[in-house]
């Protein structure tokens, strides 16, 4: 039974995530989606911490405490990944904002498309963001395979903005000054909602950690709750329900949350 369970963790923590990019999302070709490389690399940031928990939870426990210690690291560790794709979306996201106002303000003063794409590119903070932008500004090329959603959106409207401009010679600033507004607003929006969604996100953290101010308290009391649940049948078995309760509240509680901001 012990090499099944410590199976079956590691099978959910291999699960794909159940992520769908949403109806108006852009194409495979306009740069949405992840690349394998990144795909691997985040499972493997996922797996590795949760390998260790077993190893760490069947040296000093029993197997189904192992099993349950993989699994919670996976849950942490998935966790921990989504906040870090959020930070970093945001970023390249602010850096494309300053480039764009970068590159709005050479083309209205006159500047020619290849000088501005050169400010804009040398003043972009993000070196990802800049080797994006620039083969879009140069050659109206699309974004490449990998770019973030709303990124590779935005960018496909400056690409299309720059076909436009070299066939017929009509101004760039306007299609620019209306998609670094986009981006604002956007940014705006994102700000507002996460601090919206602070106080639950809290209220979620404080509740994930009672069961362990639980055990600390009986501990401290002399009713050694941890040997009970680790060591009799009846208390693995409401180990083993109570961490799985605990896995799907908070599981829960992220989805309302990321539905909420993603409204």
């Known amino acids: 039974m012990s090499p099944a369970l410590l199976c079956l963790a590691l099978g ?3 699960w794909p995530s159940g992520a769908r990019p949403g109806r108006l999302a ?6 949405a989606g992840r690349t394998p490389g990144a795909v691997l690399a985040g499972r493997g940031r996922v797996l590795v911490p949760a390998v260790a928990a077993v190893v760490a939870g069947a040296l000093v426990s029993t197997p189904v405490v192992a099993a ?8 942490v560790g998935r966790a921990v990944q989504a906040r870090r794709r ?11 904002v300053e480039a764009l106002g970068v590159l709005t303000a ?3 003063a006159g500047r020619s498309l290849a000088e501005a794409t050169g400010a804009a590119v040398d003043g972009c903070p993000d070196p990802a963001t800049a080797t994006a932008l620039g083969p879009v500004l140069r050659l109206g090329d699309p974004p490449p395979d990998g770019t973030d959603g709303g990124d590779a959106a935005a960018l496909a409207r400056i690409a299309a903005a720059v076909r436009l401009s ?13 998609v670094e507004d986009d ?10 909602l996460r601090s919206a969604v602070a106080g639950p996100r809290a209220s979620a953290a404080v509740l994930a950690g009672l069961p362990v101010l639980g055990l600390l308290m009986g501990s401290g009391v002399g ?35 990321r539905r909420a901001v993603q409204r």
């Open 12 to 14: 959910l923590l291999a």
């Open 26 to 31: 852009p194409r495979r070709g306009a740069g």
């Open 68 to 75: 349950l210690a993989g699994v919670c690291a996976g849950s």
């Open 86 to 96: 959020a930070a970093a979306e945001q970023r390249r996201t602010r850096a494309l």
């Open 106 to 108: 050479e083309v209205r």
């Open 166 to 178: 070299a066939h017929t010679g009509c101004s760039l600033a306007g299609v620019l000054t209306a």
């Open 183 to 192: 981006l604002r607003a956007r940014l705006r929006a994102e700000e507002e």
């Open 223 to 257: 009713a050694d709750p941890w040997r009970v649940l680790t060591t009799t049948a009846p208390g693995t078995a409401l180990l083993v329900v109570g961490v799985g309760l605990e896995l799907a509240g908070t599981a829960w509680s992220a989805h309302l949350v």
